[in-house]
């Protein structure tokens, strides 16, 4: 079924790189393949979804930040992402409630779920009770380290 | 049986007396009635000839009753052959004297008595019956008993239990004082108590014999005594004024229960509770700094791929990842693998130490040390997969940190029974011929936030190894030398199945 959903990133305007980046020393291999890929970046903390976003977009990524839930699905709902960066404990929806709903929108996403907070076991727990299973990172997580871990996703 | 031979002599100068002196036989036998002792006298076929009033206290039977009758009476029928015995030694002249027997009353009781069987002899001296005085030692027997049985209660109690006089001078100690306070009985009896009493306590003793002096008890008095060695106890005292037959007080039985201990165990409890809430403490403070630290790990990335960065400003921010990774690596290792919430799962042993050396590769090679891998095959492990990686690294860098270059490691696992609890599991042991650990340390490695390493360490790694196996229904124990041959070995125990109960650390 979801082989019907239209990939829509095609549609999507490319943003303008960021000047600085045509100094930048690596670059991702996702650019080498002709346009970015999408993630959207979830995380009710703003300095860590904007800084998440910057630094994506500094090696070629079409990252977009969402301060809530809410905004992440109804955006998912138009333009389905190749990948979801969600922190989990937020308030309603949280992460996990988030990112099941982007994935009934857009069954190809990839999950990564990252999280600084003890009540990530009790939430992560209930959805493996329910049969989910995903992919968590421990904030801090270094951004050299998060960069690789979306490489080894998107390939995977 | 005791007995005497006094031939010829004993009543003659008495039956010469009351023949001359009727009144003196009036009086000889006024004391006879009077007395408390039954005194009965049989002829040497065992006729009972007289009775007086103690025997019929004594033995239940009137005058009228016995007189006449034989003896026999009142011997139990397993002491029937005692009759015999008794006669023959008075045919012969002999005194039995304080004989300790048993015979009945009329009402068929037991009573115990101790019995002075004399020969009576006629004015020409032939030997014609017997005398005897029957003191009933029943009551006295029990009491001896009685005292007997509270004697062994204190010998073997496992409190001390001493008594004194009003003065404080030591009257009695039991064995359980002696293996206490170090003293022996007859080291301490006669002298004053004050020798257990640290000097300055030496005023407390007044205080504690006026109490007595007035009758007072003193309960659960808590304070401290000295052993004979100067080694201080803390001991908890019970302290009762003893009475003599006459209720006057005249000295004092003091209960002393050695409670360092229950001191020492109430203190390690402390400890315990108190560390479990510094590591919530420390769990929940590293929650909150968790979202901080990424945004400015974030921000130090994206201030460091500006360009046109001055050498100085990239100096800089590279110091100040550095930090922020330190800070990253305590929050994580306070935390770290609590919130791996993954269930238990059967984990091939062998797979799980491959997977921890590798991390440490470099490490070992950068140290040029060797491994030494003595793992039995098939061995498999039933826990969280991350928590026993944590385990592992945690002890193996250890083992890295404390070896010297070109070093050898070994990594041993094999099956086990635990000889505590007779469980089945896996243990594995991690050795190094490293620096060791000194007496000291050995007792705080444990301990949250000790390190010996001062830059690297965060003080957290061994603790969290515990508690990890602990929750796990397992162990870890050491040995370490740091004398030649220096080294150590960390050996810990996981059981291949789980405990009854897994509870889960929520911060």
């Not at chain 1, 930048?24 to 976003?53: C, F, M, N, W, Y």
Request: proline letters at 5%; aromatic letters at 4%.
């Amino acid at each position: 079924m979801h082989l019907s959903i239209p990939n829509p990133l095609h549609l999507v305007d490319q943003k303008p790189p960021l000047p600085f980046l045509k100094e930048r020393p690596q670059l991702d291999p996702s650019e080498t393949h002709g346009r970015p890929k999408r993630i959207l970046v979830i995380d009710d903390e703003t300095v860590i979804a904007d800084s998440v976003v910057d630094i994506l977009s500094l090696h070629g990524w079409d990252a977009i930040a969402f301060y809530n839930g809410l905004d992440a699905i109804e955006f998912a709902r138009k333009n389905c992402p190749d990948i979801v960066i969600s922190d989990v404990v937020m308030p309603k929806p949280n992460g996990i409630e988030t990112v099941l709903a982007i994935r009934e929108l857009c069954h190809t996403a990839r999950i990564l779920l990252f999280s600084g907070q003890a009540a990530t076991t009790d939430i992560l727990r209930d959805a493996r009770a329910k049969g989910h299973q995903f992919e968590l990172v421990q904030k801090p997580i270094h951004p050299d380290q998060l960069l690789k871990k979306i490489s080894s996703l998107k390939n995977s | 049986m005791n007995t005497r031979s006094q031939p010829g002599k004993t009543s003659n100068g008495s039956q010469s007396l009351s023949q001359r002196n009727p009144a003196a036989l009036r009086l000889l036998a006024a004391i006879v009635e009077s007395s408390d002792d039954a005194i009965v006298s049989k002829d040497l076929n065992g006729i009972v000839t007289s009775w007086n009033k103690g025997a019929e206290r004594v033995f239940g039977y009137s005058e009228e009753e016995i007189l006449g009758k034989s003896i026999t009476v009142i011997i139990p029928p397993e002491l029937q052959s005692e009759e015999p015995q008794i006669l023959a030694k008075i045919r012969a002249g002999e005194r039995i004297e304080h004989f300790e027997t048993v015979r009945l009353r009329k009402d068929g009781q037991r009573i115990q008595i101790s019995l002075t069987i004399s020969p009576i002899k006629d004015e020409r001296g032939t030997i014609v019956g017997a005398a005897k005085i029957a003191r009933d030692v029943t009551r006295l027997k029990k009491t001896e008993e009685a005292a007997f049985r509270l004697s062994a209660i204190v010998e073997s109690s496992d409190d001390a239990i001493v008594s004194k006089d009003l003065n404080g001078i030591v009257t009695s100690w039991n064995k359980a004082a002696e293996r206490i306070l170090g003293y022996t009985a007859e080291e301490i009896v006669g002298k004053p108590i004050t020798l257990i009493i640290p000097a300055e306590l030496h005023g407390d003793e007044p205080r504690i014999l006026a109490n007595i002096a007035a009758g007072k008890r003193i309960e659960h008095f808590q304070t401290i005594r000295c052993r004979k060695n100067g080694e201080r106890i803390d001991v908890s005292l019970t302290i009762s004024p003893v009475r003599d037959q006459n209720g006057k007080i005249i000295g004092a039985a003091k209960i002393l229960r050695d409670v360092t201990q229950q001191k020492r165990m109430e203190a390690a409890l402390h400890m315990s509770e108190r560390l479990a809430s510094v590591g919530r403490l420390a769990a929940t403070v590293a929650h909150e700094i968790n979202n901080p630290l990424e945004a400015i790990t974030n921000f130090i990335y994206l201030a460091k791929h500006q360009p046109g960065l001055t050498d100085k400003l990239k100096r800089y921010l590279d110091s100040a990842d550095q930090e922020l990774s330190r800070v990253a690596h305590i929050a994580q290792q306070t935390l770290g693998f609590y919130r791996d919430s993954s269930q238990p799962e059967s984990l091939a042993a062998s797979e799980v130490i491959d997977g921890v050396l590798a991390i440490y590769d470099r490490k070992l090679k950068l140290k040029k040390l060797r491994v030494e891998r003595r793992i039995e095959p098939h061995v498999t492990v039933c826990t969280v997969k991350g928590e026993l990686k944590q385990i592992l690294s945690n002890l193996i860098a250890n083992a890295i940190d404390a070896s010297k270059d070109e070093g050898v490691i070994i990594v041993a696992a094999h099956r086990s029974v635990d000889s505590r609890s007779h469980r089945h599991g896996i243990r594995i042991s991690i050795a190094d011929h490293g620096s060791g650990i000194s007496e000291q340390d050995k007792k705080n490695i444990f301990v949250p936030f000790f390190t010996t390493k001062q830059n690297v360490g965060t003080g957290l790694g061994l603790w969290i190894t515990k508690d990890l196996l602990e929750k796990r229904g397992g162990h870890i124990r050491f040995r370490s030398s740091n004398f030649t041959p220096t080294g150590t070995v960390m050996s810990i125990f996981l059981p291949s199945e789980l405990p009854l109960q897994t509870s889960e650390f929520v911060a």
